[in-house]
């Protein structure tokens, strides 16, 4: 499996392939850290490509998440911003082990309405995802084009998020481990749309940052 990974990032490392696609468009070829880690990332992909289902790649030196298929991407999101624990801990596949809630609009008792189907805005902007193996992954979403109420809202709520964190690791019994988060500021929309795409149990692969 780790020669087949190897012959395929040389493959889309290559310029003379002309125009296929690139897996790292970013990638430096002449960086022995960005191709061991970009060999890592492939060698996952080959095995979850071999499925039927979906999963995330997380791209943390392109500030990207793709939606995958097959190998195949079927949708990008941009990363705003992004933070994380020892990066080493963010290896392997991790499995999400549930999907955030739905917020539904409340009905009047008795009112004669019926539900709408469930859309991307009925989705959380913001809302923390746990993985397996321990995985903690918190999304919050920007607030530089937010009114300036949602946004002392919004910065209330990020607020919360770090210090739960903070707390969590502050009276933990011992430590298991290196502390295995991750943090994706996205826009409202992005955060909304990549709940919406969320299954139970869907995989999760990180490329890693060499710049953090």
Same mark, same amino acid.
């Given at each position: 499996?780790?020669?087949?990974?190897?012959?395929?990032? /040389?493959?889309?490392?290559? =310029?003379?392939?002309?125009?296929?696609?690139?897996?790292? =468009?970013?990638?430096?070829?002449?960086?022995?850290?960005?191709?061991?880690?970009?060999?890592?990332?492939?060698?996952?992909?080959?095995?979850?490509?071999?499925?039927?289902?979906?999963?995330? !790649?997380?791209?943390?030196?392109?500030?990207?998440?793709?939606?995958?298929?097959?190998?195949?991407?079927?949708?990008?999101? =941009?990363?705003?911003?992004?933070?994380?624990?020892?990066?080493?801990?963010?290896?392997?596949?991790?499995?999400?082990?549930?999907?955030? =809630?739905?917020?539904?609009?409340?009905?009047?008792?008795?009112?004669?309405?019926?539900?709408?189907?469930?859309?991307?805005?009925?989705?959380?902007?913001?809302?923390?995802?746990?993985?397996?193996?321990?995985?903690? !992954?918190?999304?919050?979403?920007?607030?530089?084009?937010?009114?300036?109420?949602?946004?002392?809202? /919004?910065?209330?709520?990020?607020?919360?998020?770090?210090?739960?964190?903070?707390?969590?690791?502050?009276?933990?019994?011992?430590?298991?481990?290196?502390?295995?988060?991750?943090? /994706?500021?996205?826009?409202?929309?992005?955060?909304?749309?990549?709940?919406?795409? !969320?299954?139970?149990?869907?995989?999760?692969?990180?490329?890693?940052?060499?710049?953090?």
């Amino acid at each position: 499996m780790h020669f087949c990974a190897i012959l395929l990032l /040389l493959a889309f490392a290559t =310029p003379g392939w002309g125009k296929e696609p690139e897996a790292f =468009p970013d990638l430096n070829p002449n960086n022995l850290h960005e191709l061991k880690e970009a060999t890592r990332v492939l060698e996952e992909e080959l095995k979850l490509a071999a499925r039927p289902q979906t999963y995330l !790649l997380i791209d943390l030196r392109a500030s990207t998440i793709l939606i995958k298929g097959r190998g195949i991407d079927l949708h990008q999101i =941009p990363i705003v911003t992004w933070s994380a624990g020892p990066q080493e801990a963010l290896k392997g596949v991790h499995r999400l082990i549930a999907r955030p =809630p739905v917020m539904r609009r409340k009905i009047e008792p008795g009112a004669a309405v019926e539900q709408e189907p469930i859309s991307v805005a009925d989705m959380p902007t913001d809302y923390v995802l746990t993985f397996t193996p321990s995985l903690s !992954l918190t999304v919050v979403p920007s607030v530089a084009n937010d009114g300036l109420l949602r946004s002392a809202v /919004l910065l209330g709520k990020v607020g919360w998020h770090g210090m739960k964190g903070w707390v969590a690791q502050l009276f933990r019994d011992q430590p298991a481990g290196p502390s295995s988060y991750l943090r /994706l500021t996205l826009t409202a929309d992005h955060a909304q749309s990549l709940a919406w795409s !969320l299954v139970d149990g869907m995989a999760v692969v990180i490329r890693r940052s060499s710049d953090k």
